[in-house]
């Protein structure tokens, strides 16, 4: 999958501009505030329906103006497409694919499939356990429709449960539906847990080869999946692990009425990632946690390329800076198959890319060089 043209129309800092992409690397050089990462943004709206720095998606449209449009045309599935968004200053944004209007967003997203790292990334190995559980359940989500509706059931019956708890106090009765809130937790927990089992065996059996290759074999990296403690083995029968769960909030029922919380479940579920053995988010240095976090990004692509035979655009928003040379030209130039756009500040890095396409960006304008 490849992007050939983008457009841009009065969105963000860009009045008007058209560009002609490589199907491979693609370098956007310019100083801070000049609109790189507005260009990667517009990609990610047509792939994902959202601004992946603003919740509002007026937000893009350039001050003063009315409306903003961003357009790709590229090759997918063996053919040529194009989506396209407008968004109004005020109204809904409206998406088409190949120019027929889309009633739905959830019918846009993924037809342009992408994968962004951008420095909030880092937050990823750095932050609590809900960052990297939520990597993992996006990720998954899009693979595997069937975790999507799992996980959904299972954030439902978590935030009924929680009201029990919660307004048990004042209403005991409501403590009677506990325990069947706790079973059907259980149940469905078994399945999340034996998914992200699964994936992670896959996700991190490539992330440990990216990993390797970007720091010249010189660091390991290995990972531990934290689940319910009174689960050995995660990758056992969904049934049987939702059994032990069950068991598990069993024993901490009393715990949980007390603390007027869900103590208990893969809610808590945390993914642990090590560098040569030791906790990368303890003792990683900067550059050691973005190599981590580039290589989950990197391993997510080729996955998404196991199921569809595609490789998603990667969108690298100023990953250079931290990583030594050896780092970058990895980056820059070993990154092999597929669309890659990648924003960097420092000219001097256009010396070092060996193929593809450089663009200098310059308030609001971008020219090929
Ligand atoms: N709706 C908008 N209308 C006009 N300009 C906007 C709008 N939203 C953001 N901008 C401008 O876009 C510029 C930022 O662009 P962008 O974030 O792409 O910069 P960048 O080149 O990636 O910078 P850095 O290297 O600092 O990350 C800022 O000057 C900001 O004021």
Not at 104 to 128: A, N
Not at 150 to 175: M, V
């Amino acid at each position: 999958m490849n992007i050939q043209t983008l457009y841009l129309r009065d969105f963000r800092n860009y009045e008007t501009a058209q560009l002609a992409l490589s199907p491979g690397v693609n370098v956007f050089c310019g100083e801070n505030a000049q609109g790189k990462t507005n260009i990667l943004e517009a990609v990610g709206l047509l792939s994902t329906t959202r601004l992946f720095r603003s919740g509002q998606k007026r937000d893009a449209v350039r001050f003063g103006a009315q409306q903003a449009e961003v357009r790709a045309a590229f090759f997918a599935e063996k053919r040529d497409r194009t989506v396209r968004a407008v968004i109004p200053q005020a109204g809904r944004a409206q998406f088409f694919v190949n120019e027929v209007k889309q009633k739905r967003l959830s019918d846009v997203t993924g037809v342009l499939r992408t994968v962004l790292f951008c420095p909030e990334d880092l937050l990823l190995i750095r932050e609590g356990a809900a960052a990297r559980r939520r990597f993992m359940d996006i990720a998954l989500c899009q693979l595997r429709p069937n975790y999507a509706r799992y996980l959904s059931e299972y954030g439902k019956l978590h935030e009924n449960k929680l009201r029990i708890l919660k307004d048990a106090e004042e209403k005991p009765s409501l403590l009677d539906a506990l325990d069947d809130f706790s079973f059907r937790m259980s149940a469905i927990g078994g399945h999340i847990v034996r998914y992200r089992a699964y994936y992670l065996r896959a996700l991190m059996e490539k992330a440990q080869g990216i990993h390797a290759s970007l720091s010249g074999k010189n660091e390991q990296l290995s990972y531990c999946y934290h689940t319910v403690s009174a689960v050995p083995d995660p990758f056992a029968s969904a049934k049987e692990i939702g059994m032990q769960i069950w068991e598990h909030m069993c024993a901490h029922r009393a715990a949980e009425i007390a603390s007027r919380s869900c103590l208990s479940g893969p809610h808590k579920d945390d993914l642990e990632l090590l560098i040569g053995g030791r906790s990368a988010k303890s003792f990683g240095s900067q550059g050691q946690v973005r190599t981590c976090a580039l290589s989950l990004k990197l391993a997510e692509r080729d996955m998404f390329y196991d199921s569809t035979k595609e490789y998603p655009i990667l969108l690298l928003d100023d990953v250079l800076s931290e990583l030594d040379a050896k780092r970058q030209d990895f980056v820059l130039n070993r990154i092999e198959n597929g669309q890659v756009l990648i924003t960097c500040c420092e000219p001097e890095k256009l010396a070092q890319v060996q193929g593809g396409r450089m663009f200098l960006v310059s308030q609001g304008t971008v020219q090929q060089v």
